[in-house]
């Protein structure tokens, strides 16, 4: 697939998706970024950061103010590693909307790195996606974490980093984008299910954590199923 990629890049040179350079080695091409605006993603997983949905803190202690203000999770931890704004939300955006798949290359590698953050992890502990909406395939052509988990697969072929495990399946629901933050939480309430032997131990990853209303569903639905323990692992918050 790497060379593949390779290829496509070099036929169809593309320039970095922050700062517009042309991209020339093949690193820059793998992660369609620039040697420049690579480091500017750097990931700091010993700040201090809110226990519950792991964002960094800035003057609170132990949990953020949303968290404080929120009934408990059913997920048991999370992290969140970068905010949705300014280059982080052009990195998403040139991701997801612009359908820049190199970078998925640079997003799954930074989801790897930050596995280092869960302490517990043991040879049954899966990586989930967040399953998308019915009808978002149809409609958008692509799902963006549908292709962060087969960038994460194939990547577990080469570092036997975590087993991809696609067990979630996803009801008709509004969009959460469209909902207010009292109304995302109803939303997803038994829109999402378990469909297969739910494992013992999962990381379920997401783009962006906003109340994290999305990850208590898919937490709930896996412990229900039997899951001891459910991780959120999301790249951006708001
Ligand atoms: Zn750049
Ligand atoms: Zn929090």
């Not at 790497?2 to 690193?27: V, W």
């Not at 799954?108 to 395939?137: N, Q």
């Not at 109803?186 to 990850?215: E, M, W, Y």
Request: aromatic content about 8%.
């Amino acid at each position: 697939m790497r060379c593949t990629s390779l290829l496509r890049e070099y036929l169809f040179p593309a320039n970095c998706a922050i700062c517009g350079r042309m991209l020339f080695d093949k690193d820059e091409c793998w992660y369609g970024l620039c040697h420049v605006c690579i480091p500017r993603f750097g990931l700091d997983l010993d700040v201090p950061r809110c226990s519950v949905c792991g964002r960094p803190l800035i003057s609170e202690q132990g949990r953020c103010v949303d968290c404080r203000n929120t009934d408990d999770h059913a997920f048991d931890r999370a992290l969140a590693l970068f905010p949705y704004t300014g280059q982080y939300r052009k990195l998403l955006s040139a991701f997801k909307f612009a359908k820049r798949r190199a970078l998925g290359n640079f997003l799954g590698a930074k989801l790897l790195e930050s596995l280092a953050y869960f302490p517990d992890l043991d040879a049954d502990t899966v990586l989930i996606p967040v399953p998308p909406r019915p009808g978002k395939l149809r409609k958008t052509g692509w799902d963006q974490l549908a292709c962060l988990a087969a960038i994460l697969e194939r990547t577990k072929i080469r570092s036997k980093s975590l087993p991809v495990y696609r067990c979630l399946k996803r009801l008709p629901s509004q969009s959460q984008k469209e909902l207010s933050r009292d109304n995302r939480k109803t939303n997803l309430q038994g829109r999402i299910l378990c469909a297969k032997k739910a494992p013992h131990r999962a990381i379920v990853f997401d783009d962006v954590i906003t109340t994290g209303s999305t990850l208590d569903a898919c937490a709930l639905a896996l412990k229900e199923a039997g899951a001891e323990k459910v991780y959120g692992l999301c790249l951006f918050y708001t």
